[in-house]
């Protein structure tokens, strides 16, 4: 009886195009990693395929690319990830030079080297027709769902960013966690040597589920801030897989960036953007 050899679930290989080389990446591929063409051209395709040359380095999702000497190829290749089917995001308004996402959770802000069909930038670039170029203005974690701006100009990209760096958008959060909170208060607590203060409002109390919906506001964005803050303060939100203890919920992570509004850096009109009701 013949064994039959199968390829591994992970694969990290890069190479240079040799002098006189022909023939297409991923047939080049295949041959120097033992993976099936069908395999190669799922993960060209999902974005694990990436190409360095003079004009930098960018994923590759033809197969018939063909390949260039000097060039180099890397795969990363890993069969967890290809798999992962990801939630689909919604355009909530199109404001040409950029878009607003309601991003669902579990959805990435953007791909890794082992893909990108699981991001929100990747679907931003396959919704519009003609295609737009996309540049990522902000992040939200994965875990969490709500409104994400994206853009598609340069311009508009740089001057969104500066929005956000400089803390001028005004950001609003549905949040749940658990314990019954006061009715109001400001959690100025510095996160990583720096400063941070969470402001909340309770909305509501469940007494049977043990559960508080706040409306939460930050005026400083430091890495999970708001999950950090009130895990500091003994009402973790419910759900987070990272900070705090007996907050586990079937439901996901109950963190959502609910409310959006600036000052458009190109028309200097106030904008303004709420969740979907029916998100």
């Not at 240079?16 to 047939?27: Q, W």
């Not at 089917?85 to 996402?101: K, Q």
């Not at 540049?135 to 340069?154: K, P, Y």
Request: proline content about 5%; aromatic content about 6%.
């Amino acid at each position: 009886m013949t064994d039959i050899k199968l390829a591994p679930a992970q694969i990290d290989f890069q190479a240079t195009i040799a002098l006189g080389a022909t023939g297409s990446i991923c047939d080049f591929l295949a041959a120097k990693t033992g993976l099936s063409k069908l395999k190669i051209k799922d993960a060209m395709n999902k974005g694990a395929v990436w190409v360095s040359a003079r004009g930098g380095k960018h994923r590759v999702r033809r197969a018939t690319t063909a390949v260039k000497p000097g060039d180099l190829v890397e795969i990363h290749y890993d069969a967890g990830v290809l798999a992962r089917v990801a939630p689909e995001a919604r355009c909530v308004a199109d404001e040409r030079n950029y878009s607003v996402w309601f991003k669902p959770a579990g959805l990435l802000a953007q791909g890794s080297p082992q893909g990108d069909h699981c991001a929100l930038i990747r679907q931003v670039e396959l919704h519009f027709k003609p295609a737009r170029p996309v540049f990522l203005v902000h992040r939200l974690d994965r875990e969490a769902s709500g409104l994400m701006v994206v853009a598609h100009t340069r311009q508009a990209s740089a001057g969104l960013s500066a929005l956000f760096t400089h803390g001028t958008v005004a950001k609003t959060y549905t949040v749940v966690v658990r314990g019954h909170t006061p009715v109001s208060g400001t959690i100025d607590e510095p996160l990583d040597g720096k400063s941070a203060k969470t402001h909340y409002e309770t909305l509501s109390y469940d007494t049977d589920r043990n559960e508080s919906t706040l409306k939460v506001r930050i005026d400083t964005g430091r890495l999970h801030q708001i999950r950090r803050h009130f895990e500091s303060i003994g009402f973790p939100v419910m759900g987070d897989p990272k900070y705090g203890a007996k907050n586990k919920n079937s439901e996901g992570m109950m963190l959502m960036a609910a409310e959006l509004a600036f000052i458009c850096p190109l028309t200097r009109v106030p904008r303004h953007y709420v969740v979907p009701a029916e998100h």
